[in-house]
């Protein structure tokens, strides 16, 4: 038996063995605005907040300047650079619909919970964790 192990980097370069790759396709929908209260989303764009910080003596933005700032925005975030509001909730590893990454999303303005990868179904906490929420 040959066993041929390739590091990450080569398969990420070899166009040949990434068209091979298993292709995991997911239902998902993503959405700007609360498919329920139609709240926006969108947040504040990442350099006006980073600015902010800088301003309030941030130590890691208050000695960089303007141009700084958004080339660390170019270089660790991917377009169109604002934040997002919506809060996600990604289950815990020993949960039984575990997945590595967000699975439900919360509107941060009327806190109504929406499964990901159901087409953003609407649910409820107690679906959500499986558990009564306390008080
Ligand atoms: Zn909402």
Redesign the pocket.
Known sequence: MLLIIFSRSFLEKNTLLNFFKPQIMLKIKETKQ??????SWIGEDMFTVFKKQKENESPYWKHKSDEEIQKIIKESYSPPYYFKREIGIELAWDHPKHYDGVSYWK??????YFDRFDNMKETSFNEVFNCEKST
């Open positions: 609360c498919p329920k209260c139609e709240s509107c941060p303005d009327c806190e109504t």
